[in-house]
């Protein structure tokens, strides 16, 4: 295909946007690899970061289904994951370690939602520069989050901690944000935001690839990220609904409905299916709720988007044209399910800056050439590119920056961000000599890695993968400092089902506290980090 200079112009944009976003994402594990990392050490985010790393371990050591190996209860059947599986598949052919294969994986995904974003912006807006505004917008938008603790900051007044403004610590709210922390977040959104432009493409066009490309990528999305197909499904409906269909036209979105329908129960289908036949997966489930913080941090987060983009709203209600209407309809489907009485509401963040940058960018362009209008020497030359970037910045573009520097900040601490040399032995040690049937005990903080690292499982190492997690804390602080004795320790941990205790530094800060005794017998020691296998004795039981 020839394209058009305008085009193969935009392209060229694109190129550089997903480029300058990558370098971005990039930019605070480079920084603290070079200038905070101690020798030998590797990168380990923690908390959320370690259930993707033991998804990469699992499928680089050759299994295609996976298991939560945070939690000790029985699990029957193992699940798939296509997109932690892509990534394990890099990993085990590569036969680098998640350590490396995430923060890759997490760059590689960036060009793919710039390209959902581009056809985003070709579907819905017809004018170059209003789409080019779009994708800066969207890309590297965010509200005035920043604005909002600087503030508070001058009058003296502490953060208060889950009630932030949501652009400042959801990584589901902007791109960046996301880009910041996960592939997962940045594909599900390149997915969601795929399905509903060609879900319009469709409504308008009655074409039907338009809707096999919606319900291929609609899929694929319900497998790995089964909480948005209430939220596209609702989001398709209404928007088409919104276009006033008549005659075949209705018909053929009411056939599309049902194919959608029936593409994403089918993605979700072993999600649902382990969630209602598995108890382990049920539990799990009740304990990953994210819900959402007050309003004030949701309309802080949208900052000068949700005015421009209900002035836009406002001033295209006399025309009400195909596209404003299914637009209208998104952003309002969409937003009702952040209080919607589900308990993951937050994760209903994702994609939702897209339709608020599709309403912002005419408008913010509108009001660019009026000002140009009445101050012609402020739009000219070299103080035009000046203005323009400090507006955007000031505007849209402040909370992302200090998000840059508090990720920055956080690959500068040594712990739990990176792994000591003696740790990373000992974990390689693990996954080369444990069976994998193997569970270890050891401070959560680092049994998360452990667990990420090995893809061994643990008694207790993450907030809402480890099942019973405050009463197995609990039985942790029991366990190093109010037992009666190492017997009384050995007993309970042969009930748990737990093989082997992990004894490193901060163990030994923590716990104050080393097996000793029948029972315990130690495999592995070097430096201040030792394993003891937890075995059974004449008189144990």
């Not at 959104?189 to 338009?210: E, G, K, P």
Request: some cysteine; aromatic content about 12%; hydrophobic content about 55%.
């Amino acid at each position: 295909m020839r394209f058009l200079p305008e085009r193969r112009s935009e392209l060229r944009f694109a190129a550089l946007v997903a480029l300058a976003l990558v370098a971005l994402a990039a930019l605070p594990e480079l920084a603290g690899r070079i200038l905070a990392a101690p020798s030998g050490t590797l990168p380990f985010i923690g908390s959320d970061t370690g259930v993707y790393y033991a998804y990469i371990e699992q499928v680089r050591q050759g299994h295609w289904l996976l298991r939560d190996v945070f939690t000790t209860e029985p699990q029957p059947h193992r699940f798939l994951n296509l997109s932690w599986l892509a990534v394990g598949l890099i990993a085990r052919v590569t036969q680098l370690g998640p350590e490396w294969i995430f923060p890759f994986s997490r760059l590689l995904s960036i060009p793919v939602a710039v390209g959902a974003l581009v056809f985003a912006g070709r579907t819905f807006l017809d004018d170059a520069r209003t789409r080019r505004v779009f994708l800066l917008l969207a890309a590297f938008g965010a509200g005035w989050g920043a604005w909002w603790v600087v503030g508070r900051s001058l009058l003296g007044l502490p953060p208060e901690g889950m009630d932030l403004p949501i652009d400042l610590w959801v990584p589901e709210a902007t791109l960046l944000l996301s880009a910041l922390s996960s592939p997962h977040f940045v594909l599900s959104l390149a997915a969601l935001v795929t399905v509903i432009s060609a879900d319009y493409r469709f409504a308008r066009t009655r074409s039907w690839r338009w809707l096999g490309l919606a319900a291929a990528v609609f899929a694929l999305l319900g497998q790995f990220h089964p909480y948005y197909v209430p939220v596209v499904l609702a989001v398709s409906g209404a928007g088409w609904l919104a276009l006033a269909p008549t005659g075949k036209r209705f018909w053929a979105l009411l056939g599309g409905i049902a194919v959608l329908c029936a593409a994403g129960l089918l993605g979700a289908l072993p999600y649902g299916w382990l969630s209602l036949t598995d108890v382990t997966t049920l539990l799990r489930n009740s304990l990953n709720q994210t819900p959402m913080p007050g309003l004030s941090a949701v309309l802080v987060a949208a900052g000068a988007f949700l005015p421009l983009a209900l002035i836009t709203l406002w001033r295209g209600r006399l025309v009400r044209t195909p596209t404003w209407r299914f637009l209208a309809a998104w952003l309002l489907v969409h937003a009702a399910f952040v209080y919607a009485p589900i308990p993951w509401q937050r994760k209903m963040t994702e994609g939702l800056l897209v339709p608020l940058a599709l309403l912002v960018a005419p408008e913010l362009l509108r009001l660019w050439e009026a000002f140009a209008a009445t101050r012609p020497g402020m739009t000219l030359g070299p103080v035009r590119r000046v203005f323009a970037t400090a507006s955007f910045f000031l505007l849209f573009a402040a909370s992302g920056a200090m998000n840059l520097l508090s990720t920055s900040a956080w690959f500068t601490q040594p712990f739990p961000v990176w792994i000591s040399a003696e740790d990373r032995a000992a974990m390689s040690w693990i996954r080369k000599t444990l069976p994998e049937d193997a569970v270890i005990v050891a401070v959560a903080e680092r049994a998360n890695g452990i667990a990420a690292m090995t893809a061994r499982t643990v008694y207790a190492g993450h907030w809402a993968e480890t099942v019973a997690i405050e009463s197995k804390l609990d039985a942790l602080v029991w366990l190093a400092g109010q037992a009666r004795d190492d017997a009384a320790r050995h007993r309970f941990l042969r009930r748990a089902g737990v093989t082997h205790v992990y004894i490193g530094p901060l163990e030994r800060e923590v716990w104050k506290w080393e097996p000793s005794g029948p029972g315990f017998h130690e495999i592995y020691r070097a430096g201040q980090v030792a394993i003891f296998a937890v075995e059974e004795y004449a008189g144990s039981r």
